[in-house]
């Protein structure tokens, strides 16, 4: 493995650290938000876990050749989850405009929750984590954590599905969901109807 492959390993892996860093100073504020889920404080803790290994896999990694490919994506990635995290707790900062979770929600659209980016950073580091990289109780630490993120309560409920209907025919399918009566005519004659009593009255029909 040549030392220009080396220094871009190293490279991503600053990059990395860098991204996580952000995420963390970013966290700090946790603490001042009102009305956030428990799974932000739960990744706010065991975020500097992140940023402690991803300083050991730079200590050591030249130990490693075998995966410096492997490595180098792995920070690549981290990096983008560690931006990801940090847009995310940004969010937490005080705003009077509308509720916290309101600007959660709208943040996050159809993206993942925050719990659900923690959880693929540290399983995107467990692919990695290995002694010599980390030690065994980092080891250990990240396994902890990883627990604790997979059984976080969700931080936003998923959105109720709609109603699917599949016609597999060529006749009509009535559809009726709200309240009241639905009446349907199949045929080609009148239909005549009427939520009132009494006797209906008809006049005889000319074309008899």
């Known amino acids: 493995m040549s030392i220009i492959k080396a220094k ?12 996580i860093s952000r995420a963390v100073n970013t966290s700090n504020d946790i603490d001042k938000a009102t009305d956030v889920p428990p799974a932000f404080k739960i990744v706010a803790k065991r975020l500097p876990l992140v940023s402690e290994i991803l300083v050991s896999f730079k200590s050591s990694f030249v130990q490693c050749p075998d995966i410096f490919p492997d490595l180098r994506q792995m920070a690549d990635d981290c990096r983008s989850l560690g931006r990801d995290l940090d847009d995310i707790f940004d969010i937490t900062k005080p705003d ?13 659209g159809q993206g993942d929750k925050i719990e659900d980016v923690m959880k693929s950073l540290l399983m995107r580091i467990g692919d990695i984590a290995k002694v010599p990289l980390v030690s065994k109780d980092q080891l250990n630490e990240l396994k ?7 059984n976080a309560p969700p931080s936003l409920e998923d959105p109720k599905s709609g109603h699917i209907f599949n016609n597999n025919s060529n006749g009509i399918q009535p559809i009726h969901l709200g309240e ?29």
């Open 96 to 108: 009077d405009s509308k509720p916290f979770i309101e600007r959660y929600r709208s943040a996050v």
């Open 144 to 150: 902890a954590a990883l627990k604790e993120v997979r």
């Open 180 to 208: 009241g009566h639905v009446n349907i005519s199949h045929g080609s004659g009148p239909q005549i109807n009427s939520a009132s009593g009494g006797n209906f009255h008809f006049a005889p029909s000319n074309l008899a």
């Open 8 to 19: 871009h390993v190293e490279v991503s892996l600053e990059d990395a650290i860098t991204s």
